[in-house]
Nanobody, 123 residues
Framework: QVQLVESGGGSVQTGDSLRLSCVVS????????MGWFRQAPGKGREFVAS???????IYEESVKGRGTISRDDAKDTVYLQMDTLKPEDTAVYYC?????????????????WGQGTRVTVSS
């Protein structure tokens, strides 16, 4: 059984940083791409960042320069470092495990999802 467990969310002030983590169990982590999505209150789920199995990342435009996705295959963990946080970054952040080795912006390309970790940014 594949499980994804996120951690690292919390309540912060504008301009602060957070590092989200997602530990994956039940599959060969190093073979697959990983992604982060988020869902703000009253909105749909949106893509944040993705990383392929070689470590190449892509980002949603609004987080470019502020977000860094990385992976540690020895720890079966993917990270999302978010800097210079803004109130519009407030959302539940979800980790997702791809069906493929490459990165993707599309939620349909992800097979497994975590339960989410909440990030609240106040001004």
């Amino acid at each position: 059984q594949v499980q994804l467990v996120e951690s690292g969310g919390g309540s912060v002030q504008t301009g602060d940083s957070l590092r989200l983590s997602c530990v994956v169990s039940g599959r060969t982590f190093s073979m697959y791409g990983m992604g982060w999505f988020r869902q703000a209150p009253g909105k749909g789920r949106e893509f944040v960042a993705s990383i392929d199995n070689s470590g190449e990342p892509i980002y949603e435009e609004s987080v470019k320069g502020r977000g860094t996705i990385s992976r540690d295959d020895a720890k079966d963990t993917v990270y999302l470092q978010m800097d210079t946080l803004k109130p519009e970054d407030t959302a539940v952040y979800y980790c997702a495990a791809s069906k493929f080795s490459w990165w993707s912006r599309n939620a349909v390309d992800y097979r497994f999802w975590g339960q989410g970790t909440r990030v609240t940014v106040s001004s």
